[in-house]
């Protein structure tokens, strides 16, 4: 457990200052994050340039871009450490629940950037500007968080499977599932230009949702990270 | 052995009792024909039974975690195995339903159809797990830990959903109460409707004994 909460967050930042120089040597997750973000936006542009959906089809594709790009990088987070053999020093050096925000500090950065990078691109794709900004942030702030906090611990369960390829995606998506419903509805307000009294209900189930998540996968990761 | 005769003849009395006595629903506010409302019998129970083998799977995953005792891990397979079956069950009883009183097998907007699809989802997911973990001690482990995620997540699907969003939900929510929380069904709906929801419970119970019983001998030989 941890010692003193000063050394404590700074151990957890030494597991993100690792994180992002490994993550700068070989640019795995980075890449593979905004390329699937880029493809998948432009095959939504493509399919949907010409037409003016609704505010409710606008968020759901962009969520759906949000979530796929997502699962393709988040996975790397705990399987990189197995596959280099490196995941056995990180275990002596430090504890479960270090490495857990450690890495999911990190991996919420991987989402801020994706976020940053896909956002004016979607408005400039499809043609649609978020008519109440605050709305649509919030959503966006609260899902990236419920990504990440749910995400991470599944990463590190896929990790130790033989069969890695599309388990990570499998899994996470009913642990995400209600995440995208409240905050795709929560979206759908933000680009259609209600207030914050409309997305009440959603607010608190993605509130309460991140928090649970987080909570929970804290609690369990020893288990997973102590096999 | 007893209860195992009274399972054989209080199911078959549920079976035709629900055939022969009145429909459960009131004839005034039904959307289809009455009859289609017998489903109710079975529908509702293969749900909850889908739903205590949830729970048991959680509870034994906990207790695998709490212990380190394999056969924990082979009742919580067996619990979601069960789990697996009774809710395509309901699934399929529930498409019945929708269509003769809704006009479609399925519909997405139908937030507790969507629940139970998801539940689908999450047995899958439990099973392409266990699959890819070789070695018995992970595989208990990490099926334990996402067995606990992803109950969490379904109690936010299931029980918070359909509150959130109350206009999603097509169920008959006035067969078992009105709005104001009263009990609307006759005396002797009740008493078939709750016979049904033991014997299914007790059903479940018994198979589950059986699948725990061959996973631990499995168990035990592949030791040896």
């Known amino acids: 457990m941890p010692t003193g909460s000063v050394s404590w967050a700074a151990k957890v930042a030494a597991v993100v200052r690792k994180e992002l120089v490994s993550e700068f040597r070989t640019r795995y997750a980075i890449n593979a994050i905004v390329m699937f973000a880029l493809v998948t936006l432009t095959v939504v542009s493509f399919a949907v340039g010409l037409l003016s959906p609704s505010s409710e089809m606008m968020a759901a594709l962009f969520w759906i871009i949000l979530f796929f790009a997502a699962m393709s990088g988040l996975a790397q987070t705990f399987i990189k450490e197995e596959e280099s053999g490196t995941a056995l020093v990180l275990k002596l050096s430090s504890d479960g629940s270090v490495i857990f925000f450690g890495k999911l500090l990190f991996n919420l950065l991987l989402l801020i950037v994706l976020a940053v990078l896909i956002v004016p691109l979607f408005i400039i794709f499809l043609k649609i500007i978020p008519a109440n900004w605050a709305v649509f942030l919030t959503g966006l702030v609260l899902g990236i968080v419920g990504l990440a906090g749910a995400t991470t611990i599944v990463a590190a369960i896929v990790s130790k499977a033989t069969v890695k390829g599309a388990l990570f995606t499998v899994l996470s998506f009913p642990v995400l599932l209600p995440l995208l419903v409240a905050v795709i509805e929560i979206t759908t307000v933000g680009f259609s230009g209600g207030g914050f009294g409309e997305i009440s209900a959603p607010l608190q189930l993605l509130v309460a949702y991140d928090v649970v998540m987080t909570t929970l996968s804290v609690m369990l990761f020893d288990f997973v990270w102590r096999l | 052995m007893w209860w195992k005769i009274a399972i054989l003849l209080v199911m078959s009395a549920v079976i035709v009792l629900a055939f022969v006595t009145a429909s459960p629903m009131n004839p005034t506010i ?103 973990l070789p070695d018995p001690e992970t595989r208990a482990t990490l099926s334990a830990v996402l067995t606990i995620i992803f109950a969490a997540a379904a109690l936010f699907l299931i029980f918070v959903l359909p509150r959130v969003y109350p206009a999603f939900s097509q169920h008959p929510s006035d067969t078992i109460v009105d709005s104001e929380g009263q009990i609307t069904m006759g005396s002797m709906v009740i008493v078939i409707f709750a016979t049904s929801l033991v014997v299914f419970t007790a059903l479940f119970f018994w198979i589950y004994r059986l699948t725990v019983r061959i996973g631990l001998v499995e168990q035990k030989r592949s030791l040896e």
């Open chain 2, 30 to 132: 039904t959307l289809g024909p009455v009859d289609v409302y017998r489903i109710f019998y079975f529908h509702v129970p293969t749900a909850w039974v889908a739903s205590v083998a949830f729970l048991v799977a959680m509870f034994q995953a906990i207790q695998y975690l709490r212990t380190r005792d394999m056969s924990r891990d082979v009742r919580a397979a067996a619990a979601n195995r069960l789990g697996l079956v009774f809710a395509i069950l309901a699934v399929i009883t529930g498409s019945i339903f929708a269509r003769m009183t809704w006009g479609e097998f399925w519909n997405w907007s139908e937030i507790r159809e969507v629940s139970i699809f998801i539940l689908l989802l999450i047995y899958g997911a439990y099973f392409a797990l266990r699959s890819a």
